[in-house]
């Protein structure tokens, strides 16, 4: 079993509306991190969390340490958003690096 | 700020040959590490460095050798290249280790190996 999972995988929306992304995971985290990859580009640090909320500018992110889940809302959607949307742990112990959703593929339509 | 800087972006490589990817960060980060992505998972990651002097394996560290002179560069070595190494490839550095600071990525490096 995967220790994070997003959802949706695919996600098409028309510019203007509400977005939800979310994340569930399964294992005790450090921190939370939502990276933004947009096509053929590089990636890019949106938020870390490890508790509560977070928001920058039409970007808000959430976290619930008990349920294990976090989400990415994206208020008035505009095409630029238009990306891939990753979550990653971020675990202590040994390893001590992220493990990575496999990313929610968002297009927005004008 | 450089931030992050790979390089090459793109390198076609034949069967067999070796390359070494490129990996500076000019923020005196301590953590760096070097993820592979491929179709349909998540990013993987290959190797890691605590700082200089100090390597380890991460999950798919076949085929793979990394080195960490000094605490600027990472470069990532494919000692022979095979067509599973067919991937992007991402270096990314914080300031901190285990998800505990903001991750910076680098801009990839699509890599095919025919």
């Known amino acids: 079993k995967n220790e994070v999972e997003q959802s949706p995988q695919n996600l098409t929306a028309q510019e203007g509306e509400f977005i939800t992304i979310n994340c569930s995971y399964s294992?005790?985290?450090?921190?939370l991190h939502w990276l933004q990859q947009h096509p053929g580009g590089g990636i890019v640090s949106l938020f870390m969390l490890s508790s509560g909320k977070k928001k920058h500018g039409r970007l808000i992110a959430t976290i619930n340490i008990q349920e294990k889940h976090s989400s990415l809302h994206i208020t008035a959607s505009h095409p630029r958003d238009s990306a891939v949307y990753i979550c990653a742990l971020g675990r202590g112990g040994s390893q001590g690096n992220l493990i990575f959703g496999k990313g929610t593929k968002l297009s927005v339509k004008p | 700020n450089a931030g992050v800087t790979q390089t090459p972006k793109f390198q076609v490589l034949k069967t067999g040959q070796s390359m070494t990817l490129q990996c500076a960060q000019d923020?005196?980060?301590?953590?760096m590490s070097w993820y592979r992505q491929d179709p349909g998972m998540g990013l993987r990651l290959i190797h890691y460095?605590?700082?200089?002097?100090?390597?380890d394996q991460g999950e798919v560290p076949n085929g793979y050798n990394v080195s960490r002179s000094t605490t600027e560069d990472f470069p990532l070595r494919l000692l022979s290249a095979a067509p599973s190494q067919t991937s992007v490839y991402f270096c990314a550095s914080s300031y901190r280790g285990r998800g505990l600071s903001e991750a910076f990525f680098g801009q990839g490096t699509r890599l095919t190996v025919v």
């Open positions: 460095s605590v700082g200089a002097g100090i390597t």
């Open positions: 923020m005196n980060h301590e953590y």
């Open positions: 294992v005790g985290i450090s921190a």
